[in-house]
C-alpha cells in the first residue's frame, strides 16, 4: 500500500487517535452515527456560508454535539483555553452554530447544537479533554460572527471591499 505520510507521522496520529478514544465523552461523540469533516451551507443574512465540523452526529432525537479537533502540546483545559482565547477559537464556534443552526432551522428548547473542542496532547501518552466555551466568549463571538456578516452583505452589495492602504507598511 502507498502511504501518503511518513511513519512517524502516522505512528503520532494513531497515537493521538488513540488517546482521544480513551476519553469516555469523546469516544461517546463519535460512536454516535455522524459523518467526518462534514460541510455545512447555509445563507445568513443574505451571506453564503460554510461550516465544516470533524465530527457532526446525525439529526436524532438526541442533542447534536459537534467536535472540532485540536492538537495542542498540552491539552489541560486552563492551557488550552488560554490558546483559544488568543486564537480567537470564539468566532470559528460562533460562526460555525450560526451554519449549523441556520440550515437546521429552528429546534426544540434544550435541543440546540453544541459544538465542543476535543483537544489531544501531541506528545504521549496523548491525554484529550474536551472543553466547551464559557458563555460569555460565546455571546460574544455571536457579536462578532453578526457583525462580520453585516461587513460581508454590505461589502457584496456595494462591490466595495476594504484593503490595506496605498501606503508602506
Given at each position: 500500500?502507498?502511504?501518503?505520510?511518513?511513519?512517524?507521522?502516522?505512528?503520532?496520529?494513531?497515537?493521538?487517535?488513540?488517546?482521544?478514544?480513551?476519553?469516555?465523552?469523546?469516544?461517546?461523540?463519535?460512536?454516535?452515527?455522524?459523518?467526518?469533516?462534514?460541510?455545512v451551507f447555509a445563507t445568513i443574512?443574505?451571506?453564503?456560508?460554510?461550516?465544516?465540523?470533524?465530527?457532526?452526529?446525525?439529526?436524532?432525537?438526541?442533542?447534536?454535539?459537534?467536535?472540532?479537533?485540536?492538537?495542542?502540546?498540552?491539552?489541560?483545559?486552563?492551557?488550552?483555553?488560554?490558546?483559544?482565547?488568543?486564537?480567537?477559537?470564539?468566532?470559528?464556534?460562533?460562526?460555525?452554530?450560526?451554519?449549523?443552526?441556520?440550515?437546521?432551522?429552528?429546534?426544540?428548547?434544550?435541543?440546540?447544537?453544541?459544538?465542543?473542542?476535543?483537544?489531544?496532547?501531541?506528545?504521549?501518552?496523548?491525554?484529550?479533554?474536551?472543553?466547551?466555551?464559557?458563555?460569555?466568549?460565546?455571546?460574544?463571538?455571536?457579536?462578532?460572527?453578526?457583525?462580520?456578516?453585516?461587513?460581508?452583505?454590505?461589502?457584496?452589495?456595494?462591490?466595495?471591499?476594504?484593503?490595506?492602504?496605498?501606503?508602506?507598511?
Open positions: 500500500p502507498i502511504s501518503l505520510i511518513g511513519a512517524a507521522d502516522n505512528a503520532l496520529a494513531k497515537g493521538m487517535a488513540e488517546g482521544a478514544l480513551k476519553h469516555p465523552t469523546i469516544r461517546a461523540i463519535l460512536e454516535r452515527p455522524g459523518s467526518g469533516e462534514c460541510s443574512e443574505g451571506v453564503a456560508c460554510k461550516a465544516r465540523f470533524d465530527y457532526l452526529p446525525d439529526v436524532s432525537d438526541q442533542r447534536i454535539v459537534a467536535l472540532d479537533l485540536k492538537t495542542a502540546f498540552s491539552a489541560h483545559p486552563a492551557k488550552f483555553t488560554k490558546n483559544a482565547a488568543r486564537l480567537d477559537y470564539g468566532v470559528q464556534h460562533g460562526s460555525y452554530l450560526s451554519v449549523l443552526n441556520a440550515a437546521l432551522g429552528p429546534m426544540p428548547r434544550g435541543m440546540e447544537p453544541e459544538l465542543l473542542f476535543a483537544v489531544i496532547d501531541k506528545r504521549p501518552p496523548h491525554f484529550a479533554s474536551l472543553i466547551g466555551l464559557p458563555d460569555v466568549w460565546v455571546q460574544r463571538a455571536k457579536e462578532k460572527t453578526a457583525r462580520a456578516l453585516r461587513i460581508i452583505r454590505d461589502c457584496e452589495e456595494s462591490g466595495i471591499w476594504p484593503d490595506y492602504g496605498t501606503g508602506i507598511h
